[in-house]
């Protein structure tokens, strides 16, 4: 309507008010506005947004991105779309939106009906215990979380505070108030406050300048180090021991201090006939080829009913990086994690004692359903240590790149079948289209069916032709384009899995 009107050869807001049936004030006030927008745009000379993300554009901004792009031919749009740094599926979502925002004008025009009035307010009973409803949800999954972090007077790192923080923001975005996400990991809510003010930094404080006044004396450690070590007292503990000293009318120090000397001075080693308490790593897992070693999670997808989510289970073999089965359901359960293991196994045609499964700690991973499903399987349970994400980086990867792909959905899904129809469009991407960067920009498909020697190898000699063509243009060896023949999980150097990334 706008374009209509605008031009030398547009016609006026009251004849085309005839035609559409919507008013002539408010074709009038279109057209100013669009006007504004494209002047304003014109005097600034610089690129929409500020340097913002197009999805955190305002509603003008995008409505003049839409009216620029609506006059483009085919390849001065795609010019025009790499300039925004947008993609075709965002200028088409945002044309929908202001389709739909002009043929609800007149509806939102008409006075509203006691009827309507007495839907206003169900409507706003329902968004309040809906609200309810999101708060509790995140503050479960907040639970989840590593806890221990709060604490009164406790000091708190740069990364401990980083990591409050972004917990903290997730949890409000999901829905939660702030003092309550704060409550939940024992931080006071103005100490965030404070951390966001003034940015994340390390405690300042340096601690205590003096010596604490009932701190024992040399003498007083070194009664006790003696003591200990009597013949009648060597082969019991200090739990033991201080007991004892009081039935002779003897106090040293407490059991809590005696412990702590004990340490100090290298006294306190394992001497029980049990094992020693020990912490290790999970067991290193190496890929060489397809089907050795798989990773699967469960995240959430938004529904939408507040606080209410579907749940995506992904398996993702790690040395090709394809997606070997996906799918989408209404609850966590260990039931459906083990029809999908099975139809898995089933279709990559896995023998028994060939695959290792890889998963966090979750209920459904380490359900028993799951675990008889994989031990009739063959399959070899692998899980991460408790309340460390980083030992399954290849899911918690694939992961961020569903969801911060241009086409998925800025709001919940509208159905079960919405999300399950979005992950299998997804999945066909990934596995037949995405060039993925750790196995150098070959297919997840490519790569599992073996076809990524070859393609390198063509690479390879394209890339030295061009070097023979024009020495000069290289000082080195030309791009690697070797197959990377292993992928390890949780490898026993330290290093992190950075080509999960």
Known sequence: MVQRMAGPEGISANTLSKEVGVSQSTLSRWLREARTVRSMGGAKKQSKGGGKSPRQWSAEEKLQVVLEAAGLSDDELGEFLRRKGLHTVELEEWHRLATEALASQKKRARKKSPEARRIKELE???????????????????????????????????????????????????????????????????????????????????????????????????????????????NRSPKQIVPSLADQGEYLVSESTMYRILHEEDQLKHRASSSAPARHRPRELVATTPNQVWSWDITYLKSPILGVFFYLYLVVDIFSRKIVAAEVHAAEDSEHAAELIEQAC?????????????????????????????????????????????????????FRTAKYRPEYPNGPFDSLEAAREWVRWFVDWYDHQHLHSAIRFVTPAQRHAGEDAEILANRRAVYEAARTRHPERWSGNTRDWSRVEAVRLNPNHGKTASEAA
């Open 346 to 398: 089933a279709a990559e045609g896995i023998n028994p004692d060939q695959l290792a499964l890889h998963s966090d700690n979750g209920g459904p991973m380490k359900g028993a359903t799951l675990l008889a499903t994989l031990q009739q399987l063959g399959v070899m349970p692998s899980f991460s240590r408790p309340r460390v994400s980083d030992d399954n980086p290849y899911s918690e990867a694939l």
């Open 124 to 234: 706003k009973e329902l968004l309040r215990k809906d609200k309810a409803l999101a708060e509790v949800a995140a503050l479960l999954v907040l639970k989840k979380n590593p806890g221990d972090l709060g604490g009164r007077g406790r000091r708190h790192s740069h990364e401990e505070r980083d990591l409050i923080l972004g917990l903290v923001d997730e949890a409000v975005t999901d829905g939660a108030r702030q003092h309550k996400a704060c409550e939940v990991l024992g931080v006071d809510p103005r100490t965030v406050q404070r951390w966001k003010s003034k940015g994340v930094g390390e405690d300042g404080r340096a601690g205590p300048r003096s010596v604490p006044a009932n701190k024992i004396t040399d003498a007083e450690r070194r009664e006790v180090l003696e003591v200990v070590n009597r013949p009648e007292y060597r």
